[in-house]
């Protein structure tokens, strides 16, 4: 039998037994992070874990970059209603970090 490196709960994919998504990993390996690399900033994880994750990614790019652009989809239409919500309040923010910059 073979070992589940990812399940699917609360919405999303996430590394089997752990609080870490799967998603996080994903955009660790796409951005040229070596498995080891990962391992360093989760340390929760285990190598074989990064591993399976990634070979569950690969066997699974299609639908898990299709929930990843769903998920950054969903990310900036709460961020634009936020910024809806409070106009006067992001102005004097975007104001702000113009000073800042």
């Given amino acids: ?3 589940e490196y990812v399940e699917q709960r ?3 994919y ?21 498995p080891e690399s990962i391992l ?5 994880l285990t190598l074989e874990d990064i591993y399976g994750a990634i070979t569950y990614y690969l066997s699974n790019h299609e639908r898990i970059d299709a929930y ?5 989809a969903d ?3 709460q961020r634009r209603q936020e910024r809806d919500a ?3 309040f ?5 104001e702000a970090r113009a000073v800042l910059k």
């Fill in 40 to 44: 360093r900033s989760f340390p929760l």
């Fill in 1 to 3: 039998m073979s070992k």
């Fill in 86 to 88: 409070d106009p006067d």
């Fill in 14 to 34: 996430w590394i089997a037994g752990k609080r870490i998504s799967l998603a996080s990993v994903v955009y660790a390996f796409k951005r040229g992070a070596s």
């Fill in 68 to 72: 990843l652009r769903e998920r950054e």
């Fill in 10 to 12: 609360d919405g999303g």
């Fill in 90 to 94: 992001y102005k004097k923010f975007d």
């Fill in 75 to 77: 990310f900036e239409e």
